[in-house]
């Protein structure tokens, strides 16, 4: 059986590493540094249905890469290239696969490690930290995975354990076009609940009609430059039933900014301003300096 290795057990690393051992999965967490010599506690997951679960992992330490069979990144998105530097023993073939937010980090992976078989994915669970061990399942959703290099294509069955551990997984030969689709309903999302300190949900009030009308098109417009063929209201369409389906949610950037952390700005709006080129984005600019702004230095 393949052991998944999660490297990053934040909120969502800890939501997977918790529902595939859930499905009797062999699961072990990589730890960075500041976990050496510690003891090596269960994580306590908090199911959809409010049920503690503990979930036992076995630990892992960088030099320890040579025994890793697959290799699970959940780090927040500024954090996998520095995460991965580290892994000298990593074997060529271990998969790796990329499961956060945002964009442009792909290429820097492939670079890092050139032979191995470099998966991306995306996807929408909820979830949330609420103590140093202890993490809440909020929210069931969807994970696409598909092939970065050709060496990947091999790797469609990975998907098989993760659809029964989390309810739905599928291998996509398009992970592009699916990770520009999430890009976009991210860059809606996350920064203005960041900015303006409220739920998903509270983007549907009146007070908000205008900036997410605005925003949306300009988000769209670069979506079309980078060959995306859904029109606009079919991607207003979907943004607000992803805000719908997660109206009690903070976003992961307001939880980021909330609670002091750096965010994924860079890797969701400065990705699109990158390829917005010369388009007009005010709304986007705008919003991309402000959480800069209120980003910790
Ligand atoms: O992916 C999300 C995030 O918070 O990062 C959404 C879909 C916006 C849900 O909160």
């Known amino acids: 059986m393949t052991e998944w290795t999660i490297l990053g057990a934040g909120a969502l690393g800890s939501v997977v590493a918790g529902l595939l051992r859930r499905q009797g999965e062999a699961v072990s967490l990589l730890l960075s540094e500041r976990h050496r010599g510690h003891l090596h506690p269960c994580l306590d997951l908090v199911t959809l249905v ?117 309810g739905h997984a599928k291998w996509s030969e398009d992970i592009l076009g699916l990770q520009h689709r999430k890009l976009a309903v991210n860059a809606v999302i996350n920064p203005l609940t960041a900015c303006h300190d409220i739920r998903n949900g509270q983007l549907l009030e009146p007070r908000f009609a205008a900036v997410l009308e605005q925003l949306s098109e300009e988000v ?3 979506m079309v430059q980078l060959g995306e063929t ?29 609670q002091g952390r750096p965010t994924e700005i860079d890797h969701i709006t400065g990705y699109l301003l990158a390829k917005a080129a010369t388009l007009p984005v005010p709304v986007c600019r705008q919003l991309y300096q402000e959480v800069r702004r209120r980003s910790p230095a």
């Open 50 to 166: 409010g049920r503690h679960q503990l979930v036992d992992t076995r630990p892992l330490f960088a030099e320890q890469a040579g025994q890793i069979s697959c290799l699970l990144v959940m780090t927040k998105a500024y954090q996998v290239v520095a995460a991965l530097k580290g892994l000298h023993r990593l074997p060529t073939n271990t998969p790796i696969i990329l499961l956060h937010n945002g964009m442009g980090v792909a290429e820097q992976v492939q670079a890092l490690y050139p032979h191995n078989p470099l998966i991306v994915g995306v996807c929408s669970h909820g979830a949330m930290k609420e103590g140093d061990w202890l993490v809440r399942h909020t929210g069931k959703g969807e994970t696409w995975l598909g092939p970065v290099n050709p060496a990947a294509k091999a790797y469609a069955d990975l998907a098989r354990p993760l659809a029964a551990a989390l």
């Open 220 to 222: 769209h417009q670069v």
């Open 230 to 258: 859904e029109s606009l209201d079919d991607f207003r369409r979907r943004l607000r039933k992803v805000i719908e389906l997660t109206a009690t949610n903070y976003s992961s950037m307001h939880q980021d900014l909330a």
